[in-house]
């Protein structure tokens, strides 16, 4: 079974700092293209980076300076740092997959996402 499992979520203050992990099983991301998304309460889903196989990371303009993604291929696991969050940040963020190169339109495999509320 194709699968995602996002972690590293939870409550921070504006301007601080948040790690995010999707770890893959069921298949290797090494061929794959990965999208980091997010939905933030009562609004669409937006593409926040996405990062092809060969490592060319992509990011959401809004989102450029604050925002790192990387990838562990050895431990079949994204990442996604945040920092200087701002509470315009708070939603559910979640990683999905293709085998097409970035921006992804469709995905193949996604998660169920990981809660990140930016308030004081």
């Known amino acids: 079974q194709l699968q995602f499992v996002e972690s590293g979520g939870g409550l921070v203050q504006p301007g601080g700092s948040l790690t995010l992990s999707c770890a893959a099983s069921?298949?290797?991301?090494?061929?794959?293209?990965i999208g980091w998304f997010r939905q933030a309460p009562g609004k669409g889903h937006e593409g926040v980076s996405c990062?092809?196989?060969?490592?060319?990371?992509l990011y959401a303009d809004s989102l450029k300076g604050r925002f790192t993604m990387s990838r562990d291929n050895a431990k079949n696991t994204v990442y996604l740092q945040m920092s200087s969050l701002e509470p315009e940040d708070t939603g559910v963020y979640y990683c999905?997959?293709?085998?097409?190169?970035?921006?992804?339109?469709?995905?193949?495999?996604w998660g169920q996402g990981t809660l990140v509320t930016v308030s004081s």
């Open positions: 990062m092809s196989h060969n490592g060319t990371a």
């Open positions: 069921g298949f290797t991301l090494d061929y794959y293209s």
């Open positions: 999905g997959a293709d085998g097409t190169t970035c921006p992804l339109v469709s995905l193949e495999v």
